[in-house]
Nanobody, 118 residues
């Protein structure tokens, strides 16, 4: 089971990034997918999630309107489009998987660093 996140980098405030997460080793279409982030000195927090069939998406209040989560089940991939980046968005971003219908976030990728300069 593997989740490989990519797409992070250094960007100026107001800019955009698109994070990608490639999944392998499990039945991707049976899992809800999520993005979490951990800023320096803070606990990891949930940012966004999408159901196994893209039927529903959910966002933390802090990112609503700026982050867009999507997935491509044919490619076993999940994405996070981040617009209007703020310095407070600086964090390591992780993708995670949870089995649909009652699963927990128990499969994690290695994270990708996003740094937003002011």
């Amino acid at each position: 089971v593997q989740l490989q996140a990519s797409g992070g980098g250094l960007v100026q405030a107001g800019g955009s990034l698109r994070l990608s997460c490639a999944a392998s080793g499990f039945r991707f279409t049976s899992y809800n997918m999520g993005w979490f982030r951990q800023a320096p000195g803070k606990e990891r927090e949930w940012a966004a999630s999408i159901t196994y069939n893209s039927g529903s998406t959910h966002y933390a209040d802090s990112v609503k309107g700026r982050f867009t989560i999507s997935r491509d089940n044919a490619k076993n991939a999940v994405y996070l489009q981040i617009d209007s980046l703020k310095p407070d968005d600086t964090a390591v971003y992780y993708c995670a998987a949870a089995r649909a219908f009652g699963g927990s976030w128990d499969t994690w990728g290695q994270g990708t660093q996003v740094t937003v300069s002011s």
